[in-house]
């Protein structure tokens, strides 16, 4: 489902915290359709590249672009171009004090002007397709952490983003729960989304991905398929890695 169009164009991004260098020159470029899995140790600077390309992170140097447009730094540019974006944390992000229905229809009303009737028709189609619609009149405290997720899913997708991006989307749930997010995001990839995704799910970077990037200590070590990383990892940051993995 691939095309050869650049999507996400990363170059030669820098990122510091003071003296701490968490990205060093990062080039990374993900096209139309491709699904790319972001995966290291602790500390190695997945989470921070991912929140750079929505500018929640600021970067120290370097450009991104989204779609052929730079990363605006503020403003109303900034605001349109995270419309292009959809995210999903960690942590759910819900707004507790709205119901489901009215968590996943409040920016589409808010940023893309929809009447209340065709986002409600088109939050309900979503939450339909991420298998929570019926609890689009509960609050997020109502649901379990996994239906949670995938009203955090189906809001995202509300704004019809461009690209998703995938903080560690399982990382905060149960066992039991992991696979119905998973299952979410398989159905996305295999429909055709742009996503990047970091994630410590093996099982999902070997079913999903068309691109595993490895990275450590802020930087990329090494990119290739699922297939050739996970069978025959070039260097020894990777090897050691995989090795770890296996052996818990």
Do not use: W
């Amino acid at each position: 489902m691939t095309s050869d169009t650049p999507l996400v164009v990363v170059e030669n991004v820098q990122k510091h915290y003071g003296d701490f260098q968490a990205l060093a020159d990062i080039d990374l470029t993900v096209n139309q359709g491709e699904v790319v899995v972001v995966i290291g140790p602790s500390g190695s600077g997945k989470s921070t590249l991912c929140r750079t390309i929505n500018r929640l992170e600021t970067i120290t140097s370097g450009t991104i672009r989204i779609d052929g447009k730079e990363l605006p730094a503020e403003g109303k540019g900034l605001a349109h171009l995270r419309a292009d974006v959809g995210m999903v944390f960690q942590s759910f992000n819900l707004f507790a004090h709205l119901t489901i229905l009215e968590n996943v229809t409040l920016g589409p009303m808010k940023v893309r002007g929809l009447k209340k009737a065709d986002a409600e028709a088109e939050a309900m189609v979503l939450l339909k397709r991420v298998g929570v619609a019926q609890q689009a009149s509960k609050l997020p405290a109502q649901l379990s952490g996994g239906q949670q997720q995938r009203v955090a899913i189906a809001r995202a997708l509300a704004m019809k983003p461009k690209v998703m991006l995938f903080d560690e989307p399982t990382s905060a749930l149960d066992p039991e729960m992991i696979n119905e997010v998973l299952d979410v995001m398989v159905g996305l990839a295999q429909e055709g989304m742009t996503m990047i995704v970091v994630t410590h799910e093996m099982g999902f970077a070997r079913k999903a991905a068309d691109r595993v990037v490895f990275m450590a200590d802020g930087r990329i070590v090494e990119e290739a398929t699922p297939e050739e990383f996970f069978t025959n990892p070039k260097s020894d940051r990777a090897k050691d890695f995989l090795s770890k993995l296996l052996t818990h």
